[in-house]
């Protein structure tokens, strides 16, 4: 509905903003502005997120939105015409990429599971399939489903309308999980950093909560063999071993009492600085070391946590983004992208794949969500929550995620 901006109007609105703004200046707009008044000077309610509620309640049936904003160390808002709308989407094409990608992670763990043991007709393949598959299926989509239902229930408890989770499926051995993930569309804008922070950081926490408990029945359920005692060039197939983060290494010797995969030696080396460097460099191969074998549950543990630090990588509508941009605001958040950028360039030297997520983050990872009240600053309790995000992000976060070993 389009109202014109008239005096009787103009004073109407003027009377809603000064119950809660000390008004120093007005600059009304016009055709080239994208807001039709901006008042600046000082919000003099007490609670700054409870004032914009107020003020956006009260102009909505007038068809105005408030956005509060912070500029030159004075508060400005503006009113710009039309409401936060959000078109519905289409609960079955989520319903049916969910089926997609369940038949594309059953079919990996279906593969994972059976160790290549499969024989017989066409059926009895595919029952083997199902048999074998259940365990790994079971597990990667509850990890994936509890980290997107986190973010979707912490927006509509927030009244942020987002949509159901769309899983993306992607076949064996394109991916080695059978899918590339889940993600949730937020329909609209949050209101403010505090909601924001609180969806960023639902979905990883919650992910969290069912990958490692996943991870550590998947560890109990696996066993440890020797590794090659030297290269084997000419040989098909190579030895493939998962990348270590610092969680994943205290849970590998919480299960089995060692730090896996074990050397033979370290090579004159400080334990301390030789597993500082085979963290990050997945060097030297521990050929003749001793390592564990994953079973399809704890590979789908595994994959949980590289999921989630790949989402925390602190860079535009990744949730590591999002919980950047409420933590520091936009500037810093601008500021700190090249430095990100420039370090997974780096880190691509190592294990070429972070040249793909430079590039996609290079495209992809300079937007930062805004909410439509940028004043409200996050309180202590979410300040805290997002520095332990971080924490979780360099405790999860794994350099080298896969190591082939020749």
């Given at each position: ?7 009787q ?44 509620d107020?003020l956006s ?9 408030p ?5 030159e160390?004075?508060?400005v ?75 979707y ?22 991916s ?9 569309n937020?329909k ?6 505090r ?20 991870l550590?029945?998947?560890?109990s ?10 290269p084997?060039?000419g ?33 004159g ?44 990588i ?14 520091f ?20 030297f190592i ?5 793909l ?11 930062y ?37 020749p």
């Amino acid at each position: 509905m389009d109202y014109t901006f008239d005096l009787q109007r103009q004073d109407l609105v003027e009377t809603y903003v000064r119950r809660i703004f000390h008004i120093e200046d007005v600059t009304l707009g016009s055709e080239r502005t994208p807001y039709i008044v901006r008042y600046r000077g000082r919000l003099v309610a007490p609670d700054s997120a409870t004032a914009y509620d107020t003020l956006s309640t009260q102009l909505k049936p007038l068809g105005l939105t408030p956005l509060f904003r912070t500029e030159e160390e004075r508060h400005v808002i503006y009113i710009i015409r039309g409401l936060p709308s959000a078109r519905p989407s289409n609960p079955a094409v989520n319903l049916i990429m969910f089926i997609l990608t369940l038949l594309s992670v059953w079919f990996t763990g279906g593969i994972l599971g059976s160790e290549g043991e499969l024989s017989g007709s066409a059926p009895q393949v595919i029952l083997q399939l199902l048999r074998a598959g259940w365990p790994f299926a079971l597990s990667m989509m509850a990890i994936l489903a509890a980290h997107e239902f986190g973010h979707y229930l912490m927006g509509r408890h927030h009244g942020v309308h987002v949509t159901l989770p769309y899983f993306l499926p992607l076949p064996f051995p394109i991916s080695p999980f059978g899918t590339m993930g889940a993600f949730i569309n937020m329909k609209e804008v949050p209101r403010n950093r505090r909601i924001l922070m609180d969806i960023g950081i639902a979905g990883p926490l919650s992910g969290l909560v069912v990958a490692i408990p996943v991870l550590l029945i998947g560890l109990s359920l696996s066993r440890l063999e020797p590794l090659p005692a030297f290269p084997q060039p000419g040989v098909l197939g190579q030895a493939q071993l998962e990348g270590n983060s610092i969680l994943y290494l205290f849970l590998k010797f919480l299960v089995f009492g060692r730090l896996l995969p074990e050397p033979v030696s370290y090579q004159g080396l400080p334990p301390l600085l030789y597993w500082l460097r085979y963290l990050v460099t997945g060097q030297p191969l521990p050929y003749g070391g001793l390592d564990v074998v994953l079973h399809p549950v704890a590979w789908a543990g595994w994959g949980g946590l590289l999921i989630t630090a790949l989402n925390l990588i602190p860079a535009g509508q990744l949730d590591g983004g999002h919980i950047l941009y409420t933590l520091f605001g936009r500037k810093r958040a601008q500021a700190l992208f090249p430095i990100i950028l420039a370090v997974l360039i780096l880190m691509g030297f190592i294990w070429s794949g972070w040249w793909l997520w430079a590039l996609l983050i290079f495209f992809f990872g300079r937007v930062y969500a805004e909410p439509l009240d940028q004043i409200t600053e996050l309180d202590g309790q979410r300040r805290l929550l997002g520095a332990i995000m971080l924490i979780i992000f360099v405790l999860i976060f794994t350099p080298v995620p896969l190591v082939l070993m020749p």
